[in-house]
């Protein structure tokens, strides 16, 4: 038997590959129990890589009756096995809650005899959290795919966001990998659940009283790296997904080499690809919020993202025809297009040029990456425009000073520009 | 001129009353103590009166609404001299013209009143993140914090809904007063000044049998879910500034 401290070690272990941390979008206020999930998510603290911990993320097992390469708890793989009870994780659980060192629960499992098996024991433990712990935190479970429809239903109830990882980007890739699996039984999950949120919110138009099911929505992760698929794919996956199923979020989650003996993937002591995987969220955040279309940004001619430059300024190097762009004239949707502009700058540029036409020592008050902006906006006393520079010109200067920017920013971070 | 309050907001806002009185608009507003410095320069003490303190809030409300005092009363829970004065030229300068644009980040005073503001609502949701409650034998829950800022009236009614059912008290060492919920209220507290508490993990009380084993699990949990691989100490450092390691469980003595 292995002491508790241990089991969590290597559940915890095995779960941290699932990058999302997301707490936000709950929906469930605090009737006098414990906990609150309504406010925007907490990161209580940073693990030594940087990323945000939010919740206890942990897997119910590690033993698995399948054997995708890619992962660490493949059956073929030699770790030590352990399981929790439903028990145990619940204690764990109200107990970290209570010290406010997490915002709620992720959950996820190896899979244990069967789908359903394992679903089943995912389910009675934040069906126990809910209804005998009154725990109003966040929980994020992951759905095992080919599950019975009326477990994930019931888990449905007491989470507030779930999950099916689609793993690898593309079907071939994945029959590479791991060729027990298909995309196809990670579609089923997500449409049932899809459509049981659509039903919930039919229904609240009429009724006073429906039950929350999934308030935060859907999620999916995908690996990059360990298989060959260029950026084009992945984003024409994400943007499928992200519409078919209306998914919350994707997670693109740079593969970490855990596996010696599979010569399709990188081997250990590669080093996973961190800047791809920014690039790749930058890449998500220009198409969801900054009105680009993915055509713009990937496509036939360029398959890849660069990775010395981030996907905006590498869009506003080709199409030199929209710069510079008047700062005091110009609408929101274009200001947010300049490179060293996000949506926050742009929001208080537009508030601020109300007052008064901007000058440039007033648009670096404002918080914009102002050497990168420069290049691509005139402001009211910008000395007759010297018109748009080379671009090769502008991106060696703009590398230079600053030429690290790439390498600390990190996938956590939300302000990606 | 310095006038010198109470420390409280509505003493801060009869500053504003009596220089309006005595036509001292550049008058400097501290707390308690006269600086050493300035010992010898001319000083007045400003006794808090609800009458006074309530004729500005009406007045301030009228103009710039709840919200417009609540972006003052954010700037004053900075908690630096350098805040205060910049509120107090704000706020004479809005009763002198009857108007101000709250939303003008070109003026200089309302960029700087607004960046401080951002500053504090960074330490407040730092404070929400980062106190680490532990739990006593009576299940008190206690939690120890020296925020930069005065953000603690700010986080109560965050604890209050998400603890709803346990006791808690959240207590300030820097500015040595604290809040306590029993269930049902939330209440100020603090104690006397030679009482201090400094060391957040030896201060007085009988642990729950509990307690270290859960606060041993949580350094195993943080410890695993890190990502070797990934490791970036700048980001994390970033995140997780020094200054607050003591009161961190999982960072406390690494
Ligand atoms: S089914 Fe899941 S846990 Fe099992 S090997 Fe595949 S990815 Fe890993």
Redesign the interface.
């Known amino acids: 038997m292995l002491g508790?401290?241990e089991k969590?070690?290597i559940l915890?272990?095995a779960?941290?590959?699932d990058v999302s941390c997301s707490s936000s979008g709950g929906k469930r206020?605090?009737g006098?129990?414990?906990?609150?999930s309504s406010?925007s998510g907490?990161?209580?603290?940073?693990?030594?890589?940087?990323?945000?911990?939010s919740l206890?993320?942990?897997l119910m097992t590690n033993y698995c009756i399948y054997d995708c390469a890619f992962c660490v708890s493949r059956r073929s793989n030699d770790v030590q096995r352990s399981a929790f009870s439903v028990k145990e994780v619940v204690e764990?659980t109200m107990?970290?809650y209570?010290?406010?060192?997490i915002e709620g629960l992720f959950l996820s499992s190896g899979i244990f005899k069967s789908a359903d098996y394992t679903m089943e024991r995912l389910m009675l433990v934040v069906k126990k959290l809910r209804t005998e712990e009154?725990f109003n935190g966040y929980i994020h479970l992951k759905a095992i795919p080919g599950a019975s429809e009326a477990l994930l239903k019931e888990a449905g109830l007491y989470v507030d966001r779930m999950s099916v990882n689609l793993e690898i980007p593309t079907e071939e890739g994945l029959k590479l990998v791991a060729p027990e699996k298909d995309h196809q039984s990670v579609r089923e999950p997500l449409t049932i659940v899809k459509n049981e949120i659509k039903a919930a919110q039919r229904d609240k138009k009429f009724l006073k009283k429906v039950p929350l099911f999934v308030p935060a929505g859907q999620s999916t992760q995908m690996v990059i790296g360990a298989t060959p698929e260029n950026d084009l794919q992945i984003m024409q996956t994400a943007s499928e997904y992200y519409k078919d199923f209306d998914l919350k979020r994707v997670y693109y989650s740079?593969y970490?080499p855990i596996n010696d003996k599979d010569s399709k993937l990188p081997q250990v002591g590669t080093?996973?690809p961190?800047v791809r995987e920014n690039r790749l969220y930058q890449t998500d955040w220009l198409l969801r919020f900054y009105g680009f279309s993915l055509n713009e940004i990937l496509n036939n001619k360029h398959q890849h993202l660069e990775l010395d430059i981030d996907p905006k300024l590498s869009w506003a190097l080709r199409n030199p025809q929209y710069f510079p762009i008047d700062i005091n004239k110009a609408d929101y949707n274009w200001i947010i297009r300049i490179p060293g502009i996000g949506t926050h700058s742009a929001r208080?540029i537009i508030?601020?040029r109300?007052?008064?036409k901007?000058k440039e020592f007033?648009l670096q008050?404002?918080g914009i990456a102002h050497s990168r902006a420069k290049y691509f906006m005139i402001c009211q006393d910008t000395v007759a425009s010297s018109g748009f520079l080379y671009p090769e010109r502008i991106k060696k200067a703009i590398l230079e000073h600053n030429p690290k920017s790439a390498l600390?920013r990190?996938a956590s971070q939300l302000s990606l520009f | 001129m310095h006038y010198i309050f109470d420390g409280s907001f509505s003493g801060f806002l009869c500053c504003v009353f009596e220089a309006f009185e005595r036509k001292e608009f550049n008058a400097i507003p501290i707390k308690d103590k006269i600086p050493e410095t300035d010992l010898f320069s001319k000083h007045r003490m400003i006794i808090t009166d609800d009458t006074k303190w309530n004729r500005i809030f009406v007045g301030m409300e009228k103009i710039i609404g709840k919200k417009g005092i609540q972006t003052f009363y954010h700037n004053f829970l900075a908690d630096t001299p350098q805040a205060w004065q910049n509120g107090f030229r704000l706020i004479v300068k809005l009763f002198k013209t009857g108007s101000i644009d709250m939303g003008n980040y070109g003026n200089t005073e309302m960029l700087m009143m607004h960046q401080t503001i951002k500053k504090v609502s960074r330490e407040r949701h730092r404070m929400k993140a980062f106190v680490r409650f532990v739990k006593s034998s009576e299940n008190l829950y206690t939690a120890l914090i020296e925020p930069d800022f005065n953000v603690l009236p700010l986080v109560t009614n965050f604890f209050k809904n998400r603890f709803a059912d346990q006791h808690w008290l959240i207590y300030d060492l820097r500015r040595n007063y604290g809040y306590h919920y029993d269930g049902h209220a939330v209440q100020e507290v603090s104690r006397s000044n030679d009482e201090r508490i400094s060391d957040p993990y030896s201060f007085e009380v009988e642990l729950d049998p509990r307690e270290l084993e859960f606060q041993h699990l949580w350094i195993t949990y943080f410890k695993s879910t890190n990502i070797e691989s990934r490791k970036n100490i700048k980001l994390h450092l970033k995140h997780v500034p020094r200054r607050y390691w003591n009161y961190l469980v999982e960072k406390k003595g690494t």
């Open positions: 508790f401290d969590l070690k915890a272990d779960a941290k590959y206020k605090n006098g129990g414990i906990g609150d406010a907490i990161c209580h603290t940073y693990t030594e890589d940087g990323r945000c911990v206890l993320k942990i764990l107990n970290f209570r010290r406010n060192y009154r740079g970490i080093t996973p961190l208080k508030q601020a109300k007052y008064g901007l007033q008050k404002l600390i990190s």
